[in-house]
């Protein structure tokens, strides 16, 4: 009977405690443990990756960063800075002859299949190399360009450092492993941010896949970007991450998995790198990155500041009708729809996007501001200057949001005047400021005849001076 009762009290105790679990808060994520839902607070040690680093890429601004600075072998990331020098020092449309040593990488490097003695379109290859990560590709590109690898990759050291890297050595034009080829995680962010400034880098750079076309020795070949997963949606692309825009992945058992990528979310553009990851954690890596790069901006647009405070103008000559007194409120419509017109600015310094909108902002107007006005009627221009001097202006119409009509008591306008002349059959000459000279030259020319005339007839004569007589006295002896 006590065992029993026993039995009762601990099983009422079981479920209380059960109860009192059931009705408690849920409990804070673990302290330090990645919460996605807050991505603002991301850690270095959230991170796979050896090396990681996000920045924005319109200013090269650093945003988040994990051992930036320690040299690590690059992979196939070395290929970015391959196709930029290439894109930039040559024609694309010049065909590149694959030598022998070209053709001959080793077995266990990534490559297109290229044979001794083919041609190839370079536009062609440098695409095919970016996309399947072709060492053979990278240098048959090297060789065409500065007739052999060695003085490439010469030139490929020139450029790092002249692009700002301090940490990078290359010893090829690919990114198979060789004990001194060593970058950074902060070189190759720099890297990518100068080469997505090539517009054909930035479309090459996005590429999920890429058929190269047929050759002399071989048929067309299609390949497969290796982060398509990243770039593109699909059913089972679970790394798939919406704001990417490119860039390069690399692997090889020393460097581990790398991955440059890029995103563009709002008008806010990051470039973010990832060294020695896993084949799975550079995605998440990479998403953590940019996510984080995200919160650190507020991002708005020329359109939305200017309709915080739209233009209002004041129109002459209304009717007296006119209830607002002739105040016209202008909208705003962009002339290309897919004109660039954001403004970013870091996180708590939203008040310097209206300042930028204020300073770089013109206004012309393009008609007199007098009525009559017609709803819809443009009234001129305005006229946005980015703050990047790479970036073209982007103009907007200013468009009446109403229709004032005009007073019927005032006097018709020059234009007006010269409306009517222009519509009148009459084969009287035309109304012109050339025909107001002419009509009017004999009506001045006759004033001013008569007006000298009047002159001369009214002038008054001055009285002529009679010479007084005076005799003088003479002297006689």
């Not at 990851?277 to 890596?285: F, H, I, P």
């Not at 009627?377 to 949001?401: F, R, S, W």
């Not at 107001?436 to 007006?451: E, F, M």
């Amino acid at each position: 009977m006590g065992k029993r009762l026993r039995q009762a009290h601990l099983s009422q105790l079981l479920s209380s405690l059960l109860a009192l679990l059931l009705l408690w808060p849920p409990l804070p994520a673990f302290a330090g443990e990645y919460d996605p839902a807050r991505p603002e607070n991301l850690e270095a040690r959230n991170l796979r990756a050896s090396s990681a680093i996000v920045i924005e890429q319109s200013s090269g601004r650093v945003l988040f960063e994990k051992n930036a600075d320690e040299m690590r072998p690059p992979a196939s990331t070395t290929k970015i800075l391959t196709a930029l020098l290439a894109l930039t020092l040559a024609d694309q449309d010049e065909i590149v002859t694959v030598s022998s040593y070209a053709a001959s990488v080793p077995e266990d490097a990534s490559k297109i299949g290229l044979k001794e003695g083919e041609q190839v379109r370079l536009g062609d290859l440098i695409r095919a190399t970016m996309v399947q990560s072709g060492n053979d590709g990278a240098i048959a590109i090297a060789e065409h360009l500065m007739g052999s690898e060695q003085a490439f990759v010469a030139l490929m050291n020139e450029a790092a450092v002249r692009y700002g890297c301090t940490g990078t050595h290359f010893t090829n034009s690919h990114g198979y492993h060789e004990d001194y080829h060593l970058s950074t995680a902060r070189d190759l962010a720099i890297i990518a941010r100068e080469a997505m400034q090539n517009s054909e880098f930035r479309q090459i750079a996005l590429l999920t896949s890429f058929t190269l076309p047929p050759t002399n020795l071989s048929g067309a070949r299609r390949f497969n970007n290796r982060a398509i997963d990243f770039l593109q949606a699909g059913d089972d692309s679970k790394y798939y991450y919406q704001y990417a825009t490119g860039i390069k992945t690399g692997q090889h058992s020393q460097a581990g998995d790398c991955f440059v990528g890029s995103a563009t979310k709002q008008g806010i553009q990051l470039i973010s790198v990832v060294l020695n990851s896993g084949s799975t954690a550079k995605w998440r890596d990479t998403a953590q990155l940019l996510d984080y790069g995200f919160t650190q901006f507020v991002s708005t647009t020329v359109a939305a500041l200017y309709m915080q405070a739209p233009k209002v103008i004041n129109i002459s000559s209304f009717a007296l009708e006119d209830s607002d007194l002739g105040r016209l409120e202008l909208n705003l419509r962009k002339v290309d729809p897919l004109a660039n017109d954001a403004l970013i600015a870091p996180k708590g310094s939203a008040d310097d996007q209206m300042s930028i909108y204020n300073a770089r902002t013109q206004i012309e107007y393009t008609r007199t501001l007098e009525a009559p006005v017609q709803a819809g009627e443009v009234m001129g221009i305005m006229t946005y200057t980015p703050l990047n001097p790479g970036e073209e202006p982007v103009q907007y119409e200013l468009i009446a949001g109403r229709s004032i009509q005009r007073r019927a008591s005032i006097a018709p306008t020059v234009e007006e005047i010269k409306a009517y002349t222009d519509a009148d059959p009459n084969p009287f000459p035309r109304f012109s400021v050339e025909f107001v000279i002419i009509a009017l030259l004999p009506v001045v020319a006759l004033a001013v005849l008569l007006r000298l005339l009047f002159k001369l007839i009214t002038r008054k004569r001055k009285p002529k001076i009679k010479q007084k007589l005076e005799y003088k006295t003479r002297y006689y002896r």
